[in-house]
């Protein structure tokens, strides 16, 4: 059976609705064009190729990354900020996420370093102490734990066979 060829402006039109990151189920596809499943499949593992090489998943773009595409996309209209995310491989609330994120990143205040670096001091000098006060407590301790011993052994070789 001679192998079906098929036209590049179908290929292409396929290739788009396989893509991620809104990609057509195969099934569906196969039977709405009527070509077979396994074309299709090849298909779109040649898709999934290509987009894994110019594109990757959000969830590992650096935050460089992130502020780059925001900063690529604040000027685009929706059409073109839409086919961005498409060429990318990101979903369009991934970038609306990312751009509420570098809106409100100057909003947070930080607190005097200085005021930081007294406090951690503080309680540096809290935990030494109290780090030798137990140490003493333990030895006292320890202390009053070998006397009882003593008394005990003192007791059992002098104490007088009357008293029991």
Known sequence: ??????????????FKRLAPPNA???PALAEELNI??????????????????????ASNWSSQDKFQAVLET????????????REKGIHLEELKS?????QSANNTTFEDTK???????????KNKE???ELRHKEKALAETAALLVLRKKANAIWADPEED
């Open 1 to 14: 059976m001679p192998k079906k060829v098929y036209s590049k402006k179908l290929k292409e039109s396929v």
């Open 36 to 57: 077979p499943k396994n074309t299709l499949y090849g298909w779109r593992s040649k898709v999934l190729k290509q987009s894994s090489k110019t594109s990757k998943k």
């Open 74 to 85: 604040a000027s685009l209209p929706e059409l073109e900020t839409s086919k961005y995310c």
């Open 24 to 26: 057509e189920k195969v």
């Open 115 to 125: 005021k930081i670096k007294k406090n951690l001091k503080t309680e540096q000098n």
């Open 130 to 132: 109290l780090q030798k």
């Open 98 to 102: 990312w751009i509420k994120q570098c």
